[in-house]
């Protein structure tokens, strides 16, 4: 297997291992194990497994965020939210970025780790915000819809029949945003 074969392998592997995991839980040993190479090799590869696991969750950040630019195409306001939402709803299919993004957040307690997942929640911002044109506020309602969208796909709600799964499984659909703007909605810091 080339290098550059054996980097990808050991990244698959690496990716469903720190999804379940998270930073913390995941094994270097069994990520060497599975792909049949030494945890030396591994370490050689990346680093730490720190750095393998900030390249696995800053991908799964990009994932999301290049499949939204390249849903939206030429089509901005709400128009590109809509694909855009259409997308990231699809996107949550790939259970295992979607957990490696999730891992992200929950191993925010490190410094580096916050660092990335900042600078990685920023581009989807942007992504959004430049592509829509749309106000900060119809912006962060986008994105908080995404983020419960990420918890329901994480919890299995597909899988429930519950009137809670049936709402949380609702689908970005046009006119969803148009009743949120900066006058229905101070534009105003969390507190």
């Known amino acids: 297997m080339s290098g550059p074969e054996r980097r990808s392998q050991v990244?698959?592997?690496?990716?469903?291992?720190?999804?379940?995991?998270?930073?913390?839980?995941?094994?270097?040993?069994a990520i060497a194990r599975e792909a049949g190479?030494?945890?030396?090799?591994?370490?050689?590869?990346?680093?730490?497994?720190?750095?393998?696991?900030?390249?696995?969750?800053?991908?799964?950040?990009?994932?999301?965020?290049?499949?939204?630019a390249r849903a939206a195409g030429e089509e901005d306001g709400i128009a590109a939210l809509t694909r855009m939402g259409a997308r990231y709803s699809e996107s949550l299919a790939d259970r295992t970025t979607l957990l490696l993004q999730l891992q992200g957040f929950a191993a925010c307690g490190d410094r580096e780790v916050r660092d990335l997942v900042r600078e990685r929640f920023a581009r989807m911002w942007e992504t959004v915000a430049a592509k829509s044109g749309l106000d900060p506020v119809t912006v962060k309602a986008f994105l908080a819809f995404g983020m419960l969208l990420n918890n329901g796909a994480a919890l299995g709600v597909e899988e429930l029949d519950e009137p809670w799964a049936e709402g949380v499984r609702t689908r970005i659909r046009p006119g969803l945003f148009d009743h949120i703007t900066s006058g229905t909605n101070e534009d105003r810091p969390l507190s």
């Open 11 to 29: 990244l698959g592997i690496a990716a469903a291992e720190f999804a379940d995991h998270g930073l913390h839980g995941a094994s270097v040993e």
């Open 37 to 68: 190479i030494t945890q030396a090799y591994v370490f050689r590869m990346f680093g730490t497994k720190k750095a393998l696991f900030l390249e696995l969750v800053g991908a799964a950040f990009d994932t999301f965020s290049e499949g939204m």
